[in-house]
């Protein structure tokens, strides 16, 4: 293929299957706490980073990781213990995320607007070898985190009070899920952009549900979609010379679309079949009730 002769698209192709990957994989526990544009917020955040990185002269993909973390566990702590004046907390730390990146870069030696605009929404000339290395490692730590502990981060995404009581460390897993959330910001933020990765880790995983209610099958086919997305929006990128954060995003809309209208007759076919497949009801005082647990019917 000639795309794979030009080194810029090799980095390109390769971040952009981890960041596939790593979005949905941590988005999937996103949606399930009911935290989906936790992502968005991470993103502004990012965006001081960013800035500093360009004024200290160090790698902006680094710096935007260490405070976007900071930022993640800030954004918990004020969850935690904010109470009413949470929202205006997050609020302030959002928009003070994207202030402070403007400033930042434009106080750098030789910085401008310009020189953010490839982090707000992708660029795939400008992935580095040294961006792909960062890139590398972050996306291992994604995985190891949201394949390695997802029974535990699944139960106390479901149930924090049910966690708590069975003796997993509530607080930890809510923390390390923020932690892994942030480092996944920094891993799209070269292909997808940091004002457009939050669509990343959410579209995929509420298309994948309109197919499944299983945690194994939402994840796997969520993981599918986003490594689909960003492969395709990639590669429309370089031969139509569009955005490739908006290609992405808008192929993964696409996805959600064109599978929620499969998924209502599909819906109704397995109900037809169940209702023929289910023998005559028993009278109301033999009916034994349901005891399937909750883990059975995610399938973790």
């Known amino acids: 293929m000639e795309i794979l002769n030009y080194a810029f698209m090799q980095r390109a192709l390769l971040a952009a299957v981890l960041v596939g990957i790593t979005a949905p994989a941590i988005g999937i526990y996103l949606v399930q706490r009911r935290q989906a544009l936790m992502g968005d917020g991470i993103g502004h955040v990012a965006m001081t980073g960013v800035g500093l990185g360009f004024l200290l002269s160090w790698s902006p993909v680094w710096m935007a990781t260490l405070v976007s973390v900071l930022g993640a566990v800030l954004m918990e702590l004020i969850r935690w213990y904010g109470k009413t004046r949470g929202d205006i907390a997050l609020a302030m730390l959002f928009y003070g ?126 993981v599918a979609l986003g490594v689909g997305a960003t492969t395709g929006g990639t590669v429309t990128s370089y031969y139509q010379d569009v955005p490739p954060g908006a290609t992405i995003v808008l192929l993964t809309i696409g996805a959600f679309i064109a599978l929620s209208v499969l998924a209502a007759p599909l819906a109704r076919r397995r109900a037809r079949a169940l209702a023929a497949a289910q023998p005559a009801a028993d009278p109301a005082e033999c009916k034994i009730p349901a005891t399937r647990g909750a883990a059975d019917e995610v399938g973790v």
């Open 97 to 222: 995320g994207m202030a402070g990146g403007v400033m930042f870069i434009n106080l750098a030696p030789g910085g401008s607007n310009a020189n953010l605009t490839s982090y707000l929404f992708g660029s795939l000339s400008t992935v580095s070898e040294s961006d792909v290395t960062a890139i590398c490692l972050l996306a291992a730590f994604v995985v190891l985190v949201t394949v390695g502990l997802r029974r535990q981060l699944f139960a106390v995404s479901q149930d924090e009070e049910f966690a708590r009581v069975t003796g997993l460390p509530v607080r930890a897993l809510n923390l390390l899920t923020a932690v892994t959330a942030a480092v996944t910001v920094t891993v799209a933020m070269r292909v997808v952009g940091l004002l457009l990765v939050s669509a990343l880790m959410v579209v995929p995983v509420a298309a994948a549900q309109q197919l499944t209610r299983s945690f194994a099958a939402t994840f796997a086919i969520a």
